[in-house]
């Protein structure tokens, strides 16, 4: 199995800032990675595919990067919303698996 | 508007089974695969099953292979995950999930439905 690393597993921050989430993969995935933001007691929410497209509706502010093992998600200007949980998945190949997610608190 | 209304979670004891059901509406769901993903409490996303359009092709994560089954009705629109000879660390909210264009193995997930909780204790 494809094992997916998230880093740092928290972080405080305050709005306003940027904020920068890694992710790992234990070997080449292309670029078939997504990140979703999930709120407490709520499902996931789709935010990136393909490592770097925007999913429909997601604002401009979120942007992701990378290819092959190294992945980063950007929140540029983070705002009162964005305070959530942060996970990335791998769709290269069978099982697909998720990063253990990132806490984005409130500095 | 697509929606995803998980059913049929609850509280089962070690080694007993249930059968979550996730009614489907607002796309074409005979088109679509269709996948389960669960979360066990305070933990991240694990993927479960997934099933082909008519329900001829499955594939499942090995910790549930054997035990798990997923099927189809696309009649009804709706989903089904009968669930085995349950494990105290398959106590997770189960929800239902869409891939993005329907059909393509590599799509991420786009909807997922509000989830349902099982509770393996005895």
């Known amino acids: 199995d494809i094992q997916m690393t998230q880093s740092p597993s928290t972080l405080s921050a305050s709005v306003g800032d940027t904020v920068t989430i890694t992710c790992r993969a234990s070997q080449s995935i292309s670029y078939w990675l997504a990140w979703y933001q999930q709120k407490p007691g709520k499902a996931p929410k789709l935010l990136i595919y393909?490592?770097?497209s925007l999913e429909s509706g997601v604002p401009s502010r979120f942007s992701g990067s990378g290819s092959g093992t190294e992945f980063t998600l950007t929140i540029t200007s983070l705002q009162p919303d964005d305070f959530a949980t942060y996970y990335c998945q791998q769709s290269n190949r069978y099982p697909l698996t998720f990063g253990g997610g990132t806490k984005v608190g409130i500095k | 508007e697509v929606q995803l209304v998980e059913s049929g979670g609850g509280l089962v004891q070690p080694g007993g089974s249930l059968r979550l059901s996730c009614a489907a509406s607002?796309?074409?769901?005979?088109?679509?695969?269709m996948h389960w993903v669960r979360q066990a409490p305070g933990m991240g996303l694990v993927w479960v099953s997934r099933i082909n359009i008519d329900g001829t092709t499955t594939t499942y994560a090995d910790s549930v292979e054997g035990r798990f089954t997923i099927s189809r009705d696309n009649a009804k629109s709706t989903l089904y995950l009968q669930m085995n000879s349950l494990r105290d660390e398959d106590t997770a909210v189960y929800y239902c999930?869409?891939?993005?264009?329907?059909?393509?193995?590599?799509?991420?997930?786009?909807?997922w439905g509000q989830g349902t909780l099982v509770t393996v204790s005895s």
């Open positions: 999930v869409i891939p993005q264009s329907g059909t393509a193995a590599a799509d991420p997930f786009n909807y």
């Open positions: 607002g796309f074409t769901f005979s088109s679509s695969w």
């Open positions: 393909k490592a770097s």
